[in-house]
């Protein structure tokens, strides 16, 4: 079955930890985005890539790193410079430059301990 | 920043009447869609609309567009306890990939 496949489901960082969130899709999607989801707020753009080797930022990228060396994997790291990184956290593809819809995955939620 | 603002935030229903949410924008756009969210899960696409047709449906979803006031309707009919979930409108701008979300509405189905 084709879909996006995000990890893990529930991570804990600690107070000035790197964490590193998965993304991987099996659509032959050319483009990935990467939202954050706070309570009440929807969802927010932290980063996106059309391509391979090259991505964008979004509204809300400061603290957040990511890197697009293979086209079905978008890996998103949260660094200590993130300094409220609690969030629900959801990555998805859509098909090329128009967007006819997005493909979700299923989450990852973000906790600091 | 938010494009979409919908209203109401939230709405609780009996089963078997109809839901209706509102969407509203900023800026002229290419199309908008709109996505269902289970709790704590990821956001399924239910429907998208160019900004050149006025209605579209889809079995029991039905949307309206109205780019002259920027606000789009989503109109469930015989709502169903599943549909219990977030929904929320997204705009796609100019020629750029990326969607921009509203804040959602929140729809209870009870029986």
């Known amino acids: 079955d084709g879909g996006i496949t995000q990890s893990p489901k529930y991570l804990f960082r600690k107070e000035g930890q790197n964490v590193t969130l998965s993304c991987e899709q099996n659509?032959?999607?050319?483009?990935m985005y990467w939202y954050r989801q706070d309570p009440g707020q929807g969802l927010r753009l932290i980063y996106y890539s059309q391509i391979v080797n090259d991505f964008q930022k979004g509204d809300i990228a400061e603290g957040y790193s990511v890197s697009r060396e293979k086209k079905e994997s978008f890996p998103l790291t949260v660094t200590s410079a993130q300094k409220n990184p609690t969030a629900f956290y959801l990555c998805?593809?859509?098909?090329?430059?128009?967007?006819?819809?997005?493909?979700f995955g299923s989450g990852t939620r973000l906790t600091v301990v | 920043s938010q494009q979409g603002e919908e209203d109401p935030q939230a709405l609780s229903i009996q089963e078997g009447e109809n839901a209706t949410m509102n969407c509203s924008y900023k800026?002229?756009?290419?199309?908008l869609q709109w996505y269902r969210q289970n709790s704590g899960r990821g956001l399924v696409h239910l429907i998208l609309?160019?900004?050149?047709?006025r209605e579209k449906h889809s079995g029991r979803l039905r949307v309206t567009l109205d780019t002259s006031k920027k606000s789009s309707s989503l109109l469930i009919t015989a709502s169903r306890a599943a549909d219990t979930a977030s929904y929320f409108c997204a705009t796609v701008t100019g020629t750029a990939s990326k969607l921009t979300f509203g804040t959602g509405t929140r729809l209870q189905v009870t029986l």
């Open positions: 800026t002229s756009i290419n199309n």
């Open positions: 609309i160019r900004s050149n047709e």
């Open positions: 659509l032959n999607h050319d483009a």
């Open positions: 998805a593809s859509s098909i090329g430059k128009v967007n006819y819809g997005y493909t």
